[in-house]
């Protein structure tokens, strides 16, 4: 499911604020305000039935219902809020609990024993998921960084309704992909890797011999380049003796021709590897090189006699 917004940053510590993934809000009676501890915990729950989102934030209004979420997620992948962050929503039958919890319940697509979710759903618990973790800073991983723990006990960060009551809430179907919860929240909570870039410069000796080929005009253009792996060999492999011909011309106008008489040039023996370069984009004018050089190929005796024939439609 695609987010509705951008996720907000980790907000300071004491600040609560509450998730822009909501679509839609409809304020339940049933809650404390405000809550007498730090969020701390996230506590997926299962509605026990496929309910709408409208119908879910109808019925927690009601006076006689007594229970409430902080969010609900319908089968479609909705979220609603139901009870501000800031305060205590009544959930999991544990005040310990839901003064320290964000609490989610999600509607099921089936009923018991699994209780199954909907994708939509799911991918909208992760979401949530995430976007409660960056905003609330007291929810950590086992190591104190920021994410979900969960280790079947009350000890984590991810709890369940199970651990405070005689209920199978979240349903078989949610507990079993809790540690994967886990997992897809953290990995997005996670800093991205620096992947420092590689660097694959031409040599000036390649492009010189390019430039009395006539297979390149703006060697100062070239000079820069350093962002594609084997250009300098395909270079060098195109300035060999014998290869190209500033005296010829193929009258070659498209990349696929130019790879297949380059292939049969010797000049290139992967094809597709200079072909999904080019489609990359990352490297202007790289497609009109590749031709360059095909029309200063030098073509072999067999290729010309294969050529003409296929020309003529030849079945040989």
């Given at each position: 499911?695609?987010?509705?917004?951008?996720?907000?940053?980790?907000t300071?510590?004491?600040?609560?604020?509450?998730?822009?993934?909501?679509?839609?809000?409809r304020?339940?009676?049933?809650?404390?305000?405000?809550?007498?501890q730090?969020?701390t915990?996230?506590?997926?729950?299962h509605?026990?039935?496929?309910i709408?989102?409208?119908?879910?934030?109808?019925?927690?209004?009601r006076?006689t219902?007594?229970?409430?979420?902080?969010?609900?997620?319908?089968?479609?992948?909705?979220?609603?809020?139901?009870?501000?962050?800031?305060?205590?929503?009544?959930?999991?039958?544990?005040?310990?609990?839901?003064?320290?919890?964000?609490?989610?319940?999600?509607?099921?697509n089936?009923?018991?024993?699994?209780?199954?979710?909907?994708?939509?759903?799911?991918?909208?618990?992760?979401?949530?998921?995430?976007?409660?973790?960056?905003?609330?800073p007291?929810?950590?991983?086992?190591?104190?960084?920021?994410?979900?723990?969960?280790?079947?006990?009350?000890?984590?960060?991810?709890?369940?309704?199970?651990?405070?009551?005689?209920?199978?809430?979240?349903?078989?179907y949610?507990?079993?992909?809790?540690?994967?919860l886990?997992?897809?929240?953290?990995?997005?909570?996670?800093?991205?890797?620096?992947?420092?870039?590689?660097s694959?410069?031409?040599s000036?000796?390649?492009?010189?011999?390019?430039?009395?080929?006539?297979?390149?005009?703006?060697?100062?253009?070239?000079?820069?380049?350093?962002?594609?792996?084997?250009?300098?060999?395909?270079?060098?492999?195109?300035?060999?003796?014998?290869?190209?011909?500033?005296?010829?011309?193929?009258?070659?106008?498209?990349?696929?021709?130019?790879?297949?008489?380059?292939?049969?040039?010797?000049?290139?023996?992967?094809?597709?590897?200079?072909?999904?370069?080019?489609?990359?984009?990352?490297?202007?004018?790289?497609?009109?090189?590749?031709?360059?050089?095909a029309?200063?190929?030098?073509?072999?005796?067999?290729?010309?006699?294969?050529?003409?024939?296929?020309?003529?439609?030849?079945?040989?």
């Open positions: 499911m695609m987010k509705q917004k951008e996720l907000p940053t980790v300071k510590a004491g600040k609560s604020t509450n998730s822009p993934l909501a679509t839609q809000r304020l339940s009676p049933h809650h404390n305000a405000p809550r007498n730090p969020i915990k996230f506590t997926p729950h509605t026990a039935g496929d709408t989102l409208t119908a879910l934030m109808d019925w927690l209004s006076s219902t007594r229970a409430s979420y902080n969010y609900g997620i319908s089968s479609r992948g909705e979220i609603g809020m139901i009870v501000e962050e800031q305060n205590r929503s009544w959930a999991t039958s544990s005040a310990w609990n839901d003064h320290r919890a964000i609490t989610v319940g999600v509607a099921n089936s009923g018991t024993p699994e209780w199954t979710v909907s994708d939509a759903a799911w991918e909208s618990l992760v979401d949530i998921g995430e976007d409660v973790c960056r905003r609330n007291g929810i950590t991983q086992q190591d104190g960084s920021p994410g979900l723990w969960y280790d079947g006990t009350q000890s984590g960060s991810l709890t369940t309704h199970g651990m405070f009551a005689n209920t199978n809430c979240p349903g078989s949610l507990e079993s992909r809790l540690p994967e886990c997992r897809r929240v953290n990995q997005r909570l996670s800093p991205p890797e620096t992947v420092l870039p590689q694959f410069p031409i000036p000796e390649n492009i010189q011999r390019m430039v009395d080929m006539g297979v390149i005009n703006s060697p100062g253009f070239w000079k820069g380049v350093d962002c594609v792996q084997w250009l300098n060999e395909l270079l060098f492999n195109a300035g060999q003796n014998g290869r190209l011909d500033r005296n010829i011309d193929n009258g070659i106008s498209d990349l696929e021709t130019a790879l297949t008489v380059l292939q049969n040039a010797g000049v290139v023996s992967t094809p597709g590897y200079w072909r999904s370069q080019v489609q990359s984009g990352n490297l202007r004018f790289l497609d009109q090189l590749i031709i360059n050089m029309n200063r190929a030098v073509l072999r005796c067999a290729f010309i006699m294969f050529s003409a024939k296929r020309d003529r439609g030849s079945n040989y």
